[in-house]
């Protein structure tokens, strides 16, 4: 008993040591569910909503939750690392009643799926997420699409049922960034950052499994799924569902797209100074725009650039957006107001401006999705470069 009482407080302190799962069986009140939260568009983490696995045991007098999904911001570097793509994620243990106030003092909703296993494939569940959260083992690589907080949860149950689950198909031709765009939808300026870094992989049809990195479809794909057992019969995967915190209704529309708006209204500045540049030969208020202008793409091109070919981030190579934001803006941004250089500022802007016209005419040819939102910025791009490459003929 005393060995349980200790266990157990181990347990909720996310710090399992030295114990072994086998020192506490579960008893067949025992139950196990899935419990999957709605997105939360407080924070950018938890809009893609979350996913969870309950150990409930009267008997034994705990109800723990299994959760995949703890981080720390205070990790050294955790900036870098999460651009690079090597963000570590932890599994732990807490308990349910805590973990369930905090989703609904976010009025944030909560559905639990009560899985029909038997005593021993509960068992097993229960030792692999106790193992899972051994010190030793507890820390993972996460990966967005591939392995994250949602397709831990799956894989340790399938892992240790025995039989075959045979999921609720979505019967939809979807892909990453289709599934992406459905969580940040009302969220628009999120929505356009994504849509700039992640490129044409994500764009390619993938499988009802492949869908389980979000939370929620992981969930639909559980609801009247069954488990062909070893003798040939099945069983539904379910014995209950039901919803324990429910979020209010989202009713927010967006009339109009930021992004696009905020182009539009760069497209407009830039055609202004560019008249005003040209027709007053002023090149000096041309060039201070240009520096500005091209600095923020080139910074932008660095990102791009450093994500495709540094990172271990999932669809960020290829993205054919690097060939309007590439980090060569930011080098060639210093030298528009150095005379010396306006020769090859010239050749700079011609490469630029033909690159730019050709992206724009294969638009709809391009094997990855390109927002609309995109084009004004990519115009002022194009239009500052054409208005140079004329100036200096002009100037010559």
């Not at 030295?18 to 924070?43: G, N, Y």
């Not at 021993?120 to 907080?149: G, H, M, T, W």
């Not at 389980?212 to 062909?228: G, R, V």
């Amino acid at each position: 008993m005393i060995k349980k009482i200790f266990y157990i407080i181990l347990l909720f302190c996310i710090s399992i040591q030295h114990i072994e799962a086998q020192q506490v069986q579960l008893s067949d009140s025992a139950k196990i569910s899935l419990l999957t939260s709605s997105p939360w568009d407080k924070e950018v983490y938890a809009i893609f909503g979350h996913t969870a696995i309950r150990i409930e045991d009267p008997v034994n007098q705990f109800d723990v939750v299994f959760n995949y999904g703890l981080f720390s911001f205070d990790t050294p570097n955790f900036m870098f690392r999460f651009i690079k793509g090597e963000t570590d994620y932890m599994v732990g243990a807490e308990n349910f009643n805590r973990y369930i106030e905090e989703y609904k003092l976010r009025g944030v909703g909560v559905t639990q799926q009560t899985l029909n296993i038997t005593q021993k494939e509960k068992q097993n569940i229960f030792d692999a997420l106790v193992i899972n959260s051994l010190p030793e083992n507890r820390v993972y690589r996460y990966n967005y699409f591939y392995d994250n907080c949602s397709t831990r949860p799956r894989d340790i149950i399938e892992n240790n049922i025995e039989g075959i689950i045979h999921y609720n198909p979505t019967n939809n031709k979807q892909t990453y960034r289709d599934l992406v765009h459905e969580c940040v939808w009302s969220k628009p300026w999120i929505r356009f950052g994504i849509d700039l870094v992640i490129g044409a992989g994500a764009d390619k049809e993938i499988t009802d499994r492949q869908k389980d990195f979000l939370p929620l479809y992981l969930m639909d794909a559980y609801t009247q799924a069954t488990i062909k057992n070893a003798d040939g019969s099945n069983r539904p995967l379910l014995s209950e569902q039901v919803d324990i915190s429910i979020s209010p209704k989202n009713d927010t529309f967006i009339l109009i797209d930021p992004p696009f708006v905020i182009g539009c209204l760069l497209l407009v500045f830039t055609l202004i100074i560019s008249v005003l540049s040209y027709k007053k030969n002023n090149i000096l208020i041309g060039s201070i725009f240009d520096t500005l202008l091209f600095a923020v793409a080139g910074i932008a091109g660095c990102i791009i650039f450093f994500l495709m070919f540094f990172s271990t981030h999932p669809c960020t190579n290829p993205n054919w957006n690097i060939i309007w934001l590439n980090p060569l803006q930011l080098l060639f941004a210093f030298f528009f107001l150095i005379k010396l250089l306006s020769k090859y500022v010239y050749y700079y802007h011609f490469i630029n401006f033909a690159a730019l016209i050709l992206l724009l005419l294969a638009w709809f040819l391009i094997p990855q999705y390109l927002e609309l939102a995109f084009i004004p910025y990519i115009l002022s791009l194009c239009i500052r470069s054409g208005v140079n490459v004329l100036q200096y003929k002009k100037k010559s």
